[in-house]
């Protein structure tokens, strides 16, 4: 079975551009989650879904960032215009059953923001 | 809020022996779980053990095992016969068991080496 699956693994930018991240999660996993990963940090929750609905985007900061899942399935995660600050890893996450914790997790995306 | 908090940023172990990582969270809630996620270099996490707060049998996942201290909010992960694919980030979390919600809390890690 496919793992989360995430691209790009590595992305490098010049501030003030924009930039975009992929996520496809373990099929027929409906909560689906976006994670920074600050560097010696453990992950923050950007948001959560359940299918297509963002439960939770509290932490998300919504006047540079926006997230997506069309469908219900991949999700997109936007950065527009990115900072140096948001330099970090963004992790995909999905989940089969809802409330036991058991996330599974991507790679990654590696965001340098020059 | 919630709170965890890993205090040893880093550690270091010889093969075969036993190692224990600490964590301790902060909650006025008595419904919950805890867990320790493994985060190799490749940087894909993966869960390696659960307790729920109601039990208070510690749980055990082959050579690793937890110490859960509910009464002081302790939850230490205990890796025994430690093998060189146990190198990796540990990060302990906490999650709030009610109405569905899974936002997961997470400590800032321990880096652990296991030498050869």
């Known amino acids: 079975e496919a793992g989360v699956v995430q691209s790009p693994r590595y992305k490098i930018i010049e501030k003030k551009q924009p930039v975009a991240f992929w996520c496809n999660p373990i099929s027929g996993h409906n909560t689906l989650y976006w994670y920074l990963q600050n560097l010696g940090q453990g992950p923050e929750l950007l948001i959560r879904y359940e299918n297509e609905e963002a439960v939770d985007d509290s932490q998300l900061p919504k006047d540079r960032f926006s997230a997506e899942r069309l469908k219900g399935v991949d999700s997109t995660l936007k950065i527009q215009p990115a900072e140096l600050g948001d330099s970090a890893v963004y992790l995909c996450?999905?989940?089969?059953?809802?409330?036991?914790?058991?996330?599974?997790f991507g790679e990654g995306s590696r965001l340098t923001v020059l | 809020a919630q709170t965890v908090t890993q205090s040893q940023p880093e550690m270091s172990v010889q093969e075969a022996e036993t190692v224990t990582l600490s964590c301790t969270y902060d909650t006025s809630e008595n419904n919950y779980y805890l867990f320790w996620y493994k985060q190799p270099p490749s940087r894909q996490m993966i869960l390696v053990i659960r307790q729920e707060a109601y039990k208070q049998q510690n749980a055990t996942e082959n050579r690793f095992s937890v110490n859960f201290q509910k009464a002081a909010k302790s939850f230490s992960l205990k890796i025994s016969d430690s093998q060189l694919g146990d190198t990796a980030m540990y990060f302990c979390a906490f999650m709030l068991k009610q109405g569905g919600s899974e936002k997961l809390v997470f400590g800032k890690g321990m880096k652990l080496t296991v030498n050869p």
């Open positions: 996450a999905s989940s089969l059953d809802r409330g036991t914790g058991e996330l599974f």
